[in-house]
Nanobody
Framework: QIELVESGGGPVQAGASLRLSCVGS????????MAWFRQTPGMERSLVAA???????IYGDFVQGRFTIERDNAANIFYLQMNDLEPEDTAVYYC???????????????WGQGTQVTVSS
């Protein structure tokens, strides 16, 4: 089964950019729908973005054109580029892989450990 490891999070100022990476091992990300979710304390995980086997990603409403996702199947890496970050984007960001292209976290079978993003004003 595929294992996912996220990296690239950290503390940044509002307006900054971050690029999160999700490296797959033990499996090929090209075989899965891939997604980024985020979670804040006391809240459920919410969709940031997801992409299936066609290059037609779905983004959460809050993204407002600031984030983009990219899957590099050859390198087995899935990226989340985040621009113009806001304090409200502070969360733990999780990478997920699933066998169906869905927008709900319960639809994804494989998860990374998460990476913290903290945006200060």
């Amino acid at each position: 089964q595929i294992e996912l490891v996220e990296s690239g999070g950290g503390p940044v100022q509002a307006g900054a950019s971050l690029r999160l990476s999700c490296v797959g091992s033990g499996g090929y990300i090209g075989n899965y729908a891939m997604a980024w979710f985020r979670q804040t304390p006391g809240m459920e995980r919410s969709l940031v973005a997801a992409v299936g086997w066609l290059p037609r990603p779905i983004y959460g409403d809050f993204v407002q054109g600031r984030f983009t996702i990219e899957r590099d199947n050859a390198a087995n890496i899935f990226y989340l580029q985040m621009n113009d970050l806001e304090p409200e984007d502070t969360a733990v960001y999780y990478c997920a892989a699933g066998t169906a292209f869905k927008t709900t976290p319960g639809s994804y079978q494989y998860w990374g450990q998460g990476t913290q993003v903290t945006v200060s004003s």
